[in-house]
C-alpha cells in the first residue's frame, strides 16, 4: 500500500521500519518541526524525521497542520491508500483524514476508550495499573474517539518504567498495525463506550515532584511513571535532585517522619515514606549533573541518616 505516515517521538520508530520492512510503500512522512534540544538549544530533528531522512524519504513538517493551508495538499499529491498515525502530536483536520480510500488508522498506547490523550503510559503507571495495551482506531477528529479495529493487553511489569513500558508497547503497536492493514477492506469497527473514558493529559512538571507523605508505593509509581520526562524529583538541603530509579521495599518502620533518610547503604538510601513505609532510593542525578548511584552522590552530599528529603 501507499502510506503517508504522521509520527514525531522514538516511539512511532517500529511502525514506521516494520511498514517499510513488510514492502509498503511509506511515499510521505508528516512530523513535528525540529526545536531547540539539549544545553546549546540547537535545532533538532524528530526521530521520525532522521529516521525519514536516512531512508530517502520526504518529509512535512507544519508547525500547526489544522491551519497550514498547503497541508491537505501535500497528503493528495502523495495519493495515500491510507494515513497511518503514530504519536504524531496534532491532530489532523477531517479533510485529510478522511482523503485516502482506506482513510486513517492511529496507534495508540492504551485499552481505548481508558487513557485518551498524550501521557497514557505514564497514566497508567501512576495510577497503578496491573495491565496496560495497544489499540488501533480508525481516526476522527476528536481526541482517539475513533472505532476500535483491534487491541492487544499486555501486563506491566512491577519495576516497569513510562519509557521502558512505552518501548514494549510500540513493538506491540507495530505488529497489531500491521496485521490490521493485512485485514483492513474486512475488519471490523467497533465503537467506543465514550462512557468508559478517560483522559491521560501531558505530565506537567509540579506533577513530578515527590511527596514524601505519600506511601513508597505511591513513590515507587511517579518515579517509574516520570522516568524518562520530566523526571520525578525531591529536594535535599535546597538542592533539587531527580530520582532516577528506586524500589518500594514493601516494609514498615513506625515512627518515622516522611522523607526521613533511614539509612545508607552501598544498595541506595533507605527514605521514609506516607504510612511508615520505606522507599530506596537507588539512583539520582543532581540538576545539571550526570545521574549517579545514590549511594555515590551521599558520600559527596553528606548525607546520613537522620537527614531528610524536603516536602516544601
Given at each position: 500500500?501507499?502510506?503517508?505516515?504522521?509520527?514525531?517521538?522514538?516511539?512511532?520508530?517500529?511502525t514506521?521500519?516494520?511498514?517499510?520492512?513488510?514492502?509498503?510503500?511509506?511515499?510521505?512522512?508528516?512530523?513535528?518541526?525540529?526545536?531547540p534540544?539539549?544545553r546549546?538549544?540547537?535545532?533538532?530533528?524528530?526521530?521520525?524525521?532522521?529516521?525519514?531522512?536516512?531512508?530517502?524519504?520526504?518529509?512535512?513538517e507544519?508547525?500547526?497542520?489544522?491551519?497550514?493551508?498547503?497541508?491537505l495538499?501535500?497528503?493528495?499529491?502523495?495519493?495515500?491508500?491510507?494515513?497511518?498515525?503514530?504519536?504524531?502530536?496534532?491532530?489532523?483536520?477531517?479533510p485529510?483524514?478522511?482523503?485516502?480510500r482506506?482513510?486513517?488508522?492511529?496507534v495508540?498506547?492504551?485499552?481505548?476508550p481508558?487513557?485518551?490523550?498524550?501521557?497514557?503510559?505514564?497514566?497508567?503507571?501512576?495510577?497503578?495499573?496491573?495491565?496496560?495495551?495497544?489499540?488501533v482506531?480508525?481516526?476522527?477528529?476528536?481526541?482517539?474517539?475513533?472505532?476500535?479495529?483491534?487491541?492487544?493487553?499486555?501486563?506491566?511489569?512491577?519495576?516497569e518504567?513510562?519509557?521502558?513500558?512505552?518501548?514494549?508497547?510500540?513493538?506491540?503497536?507495530?505488529?497489531l498495525?500491521l496485521?490490521?492493514?493485512?485485514?483492513?477492506?474486512?475488519?471490523g469497527?467497533?465503537?467506543?463506550?465514550?462512557?468508559?473514558?478517560?483522559?491521560?493529559?501531558?505530565?506537567?512538571v509540579?506533577?513530578?515532584?515527590i511527596?514524601?507523605?505519600?506511601?513508597?508505593?505511591?513513590?515507587?509509581?511517579?518515579?517509574?511513571?516520570?522516568?524518562?520526562?520530566?523526571?520525578?524529583f525531591?529536594?535535599?538541603?535546597?538542592?533539587?535532585?531527580?530520582?532516577?530509579r528506586?524500589l518500594?521495599?514493601d516494609?514498615?518502620?513506625?515512627?518515622?517522619?516522611?522523607?526521613e533518610?533511614?539509612?545508607?547503604?552501598?544498595?541506595?538510601?533507605?527514605?521514609?515514606g506516607?504510612?511508615?513505609?520505606?522507599?530506596?532510593?537507588?539512583?539520582?542525578?543532581?540538576?545539571?549533573?550526570t545521574?549517579?548511584?545514590?549511594?555515590?552522590f551521599?558520600?559527596?552530599?553528606?548525607?546520613?541518616?537522620?537527614?531528610?528529603f524536603?516536602?516544601?
Open positions: 500500500m501507499r502510506i503517508v505516515f504522521f509520527g514525531s517521538p522514538a516511539a512511532a520508530l517500529p514506521l521500519g516494520r511498514l517499510i520492512g513488510a514492502g509498503h510503500a511509506v511515499v510521505l512522512v508528516v512530523t513535528q518541526p525540529d526545536k534540544a539539549g546549546g538549544r540547537r535545532l533538532a530533528s524528530s526521530p521520525v524525521k532522521a529516521f525519514a531522512l536516512e531512508h530517502g524519504i520526504p518529509t512535512f507544519p508547525a500547526r497542520i489544522r491551519k497550514d493551508e498547503s497541508a495538499g501535500r497528503v493528495h499529491e502523495a495519493r495515500p491508500d491510507v494515513n497511518v498515525v503514530v504519536a504524531y502530536g496534532q491532530i489532523i483536520p477531517g485529510i483524514i478522511d482523503l485516502p482506506r482513510h486513517s488508522l492511529n495508540h498506547f492504551s485499552l481505548l481508558k487513557y485518551r490523550g498524550a501521557a497514557p503510559v505514564a497514566r497508567a503507571i501512576l495510577a497503578g495499573d496491573p495491565e496496560s495495551g495497544v489499540t482506531i480508525e481516526l476522527n477528529e476528536k481526541m482517539d474517539e475513533g472505532d476500535i479495529l483491534a487491541k492487544v493487553r499486555t501486563p506491566v511489569g512491577p519495576r518504567t513510562a519509557s521502558e513500558l512505552e518501548a514494549r508497547l510500540a513493538g506491540l503497536g507495530a505488529d498495525l496485521e490490521t492493514l493485512e485485514r483492513i477492506d474486512t475488519v469497527r467497533i465503537p467506543q463506550d465514550h462512557s468508559l473514558a478517560t483522559l491521560a493529559p501531558k505530565i506537567r509540579e506533577e513530578a515532584r511527596d514524601w507523605t505519600e506511601t513508597a508505593e505511591k513513590v515507587d509509581r511517579r518515579v517509574r511513571a516520570m522516568s524518562s520526562r520530566p523526571g520525578a525531591t529536594f535535599f538541603r535546597g538542592r533539587r535532585l531527580i530520582v532516577r528506586g518500594n521495599l516494609v514498615r518502620k513506625p515512627g518515622v517522619r516522611p522523607g533518610v533511614l539509612a545508607v547503604r552501598k544498595e541506595g538510601i533507605r527514605t521514609a506516607g504510612e511508615a513505609t520505606i522507599y530506596l532510593i537507588e539512583s539520582l542525578q543532581p540538576e545539571g549533573k545521574a549517579m548511584t545514590a549511594h555515590a551521599s558520600l559527596g552530599a553528606g548525607i546520613a541518616p537522620g537527614a531528610a524536603e516536602n516544601e
